[in-house]
């Protein structure tokens, strides 16, 4: 059975731990696939034998060796992810045999060409928006380039049979997360929203897709047996938040932990560190690439434009988890975030009639207090 750290405090040392484990697949000739967004159809990297790793960064340690070469106005998870890289302090990087990048924003676009200095790095063209046949033709070429390259690196061949077999695996693992992250359906909720975020960013360092599986749906269990013996019919005076906007994991303890000890549960992540790309299956009946093509294009990121699913997941949710309010995380210089973010306020505040509250922060400690003055004041007036 998997290990993760007990009281969830060590993501660190689950990060340190799977250093050891990704340089063992390697002495095993296990090719690693670095990726940095939820668009990437990771089956394809899983039907090449290869395993995938998040490089996306969520320290400030390493943001200073990035600003030598990139503006300091830029989204700190960008500058975090390069400083790793050019710093040679992440094991992750370095044990990469390829980076895979997709155009999404500006400042991701525009880094990969530094990293390509550094490591092969394949950037998919994702389309700008997310219309059934202009932009789903692109996507789909973009999917069978990335297959052919993976083909050629790896000296394999990606079979119809194979990819189907991922995809049905995949899906299966999908299914197993988004039953871990609606425990927040259960009122009061039994777990909290920084375990949610630190168990699944800790589970992506540990390369054992059956332990990891085996660990969340341990974990579920528990939980939803401690609801029912302790939780359930009990009334919590917490308000019930939903987290959206950018990942949150360089900023868990500056944001998640401030709202949760502040007073308030958070329920519910609509953004890519959570639900976005579980709640729709990859269609298990199609042609695979044509399947894989639908299911990527349609996740709901504001790098779209427009991006109507998004609006569409807040509606659902924000009933299903019984909100009380909503705040956004827009991470430091993420435009589109930024942009959105008034639509999002609008579509909280006036259809939903919900309090909404808008973060716009980095990975440094310097608004730690402004955040919290203004996480309190929120929480107050619920
Ligand atoms: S699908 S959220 S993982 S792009 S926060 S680097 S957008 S400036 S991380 Fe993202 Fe894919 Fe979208 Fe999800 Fe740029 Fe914004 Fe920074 Fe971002």
């Given at each position: 059975m998997l290990k993760l750290p007990e009281n969830f405090e060590n993501y660190?040392?689950?990060?340190r731990e799977g250093f050891l484990k990704v340089k063992a697949l390697k002495e095993k000739g296990v090719p690693?696939?670095?990726?940095?967004?939820?668009?990437?159809?990771?089956?394809?990297?899983?039907?090449?034998?290869?395993?995938?790793?998040?490089?996306?960064?969520?320290?400030?340690?390493?943001?200073?060796?990035?600003e030598k070469h990139l503006p300091k106005n830029l989204c700190p998870l960008i500058k975090s992810s390069y400083g790793f890289a050019i710093s040679e302090q992440c094991p992750y990087f370095?044990?990469?045999?390829?980076?895979v990048g997709e155009t999404t924003c500006d400042g991701k676009k525009k880094m990969y060409e530094l990293l390509g200095e550094i490591k092969p790095v394949h950037v998919m063209h994702l389309p700008q928006g997310q219309d059934k046949k202009h932009a789903f033709e692109y996507w789909r070429e973009e999917l069978i380039r990335l297959?052919?390259?993976?083909?050629?690196r790896f000296n394999v061949k990606i079979t119809d049979e194979i990819l189907r077999e991922e995809i049905k695996k995949r899906n299966r693992e999908r299914?197993?997360?988004?039953?871990?992250?609606?425990?927040?359906?259960l009122n009061p909720s039994p777990i909290t929203g920084s375990e949610i975020n630190e168990t699944i960013e800790a589970l992506g360092f540990q390369f054992d897709r059956k332990a990891q599986c085996d660990f969340i749906l341990e974990r579920t269990r528990e939980l939803k047996e401690k609801y029912d013996r302790e939780l359930k019919g009990t009334k919590s005076s917490r308000p019930r938040i939903l987290i959206t906007g950018c990942p949150v994991g360089g900023v868990r303890d500056k944001v998640l932990r401030t709202i949760e000890d502040s007073g308030a549960d958070i329920v519910a992540f609509e953004n890519c560190s959570g639900v976005r790309e579980k709640m729709t299956l990859v269609d298990e009946s199609k042609d695979p690439i044509d399947a894989l093509t639908e299911k990527y294009l349609n996740v709901s990121c504001s790098v779209m434009t427009p991006n109507p699913r998004r609006f569409e997941a807040l509606d659902e949710?924000?009933?299903?988890?019984?909100?009380d309010a909503v705040i956004e995380v827009v991470l430091q210089a993420c435009h589109t975030f930024n942009i959105e973010s008034h639509k999002v306020k609008r579509f909280v505040t006036e259809k939903k009639k919900k309090p909404y509250l808008c973060l716009e922060t980095d990975y440094s400690k310097t608004?730690?207090?402004?955040?919290?003055?203004?996480?309190?004041?929120?929480i107050e007036m619920l």
């Open positions: 660190e040392e689950a990060r690693v696939v670095g990726i940095f967004c939820t668009y990437t159809p990771i089956e394809l990297i899983h039907a090449a034998g290869a395993v995938a790793v998040s490089l996306c960064g969520t320290s400030e340690e390493p943001i200073h060796y990035a370095y044990f990469s045999d390829l980076i297959k052919e390259a993976l083909e050629d299914k197993i997360l988004l039953d871990y992250y609606e425990l927040g359906k949710m924000i009933d299903e988890y019984e909100i608004d730690v207090g402004q955040i919290n003055t203004r996480v309190n004041a929120l």
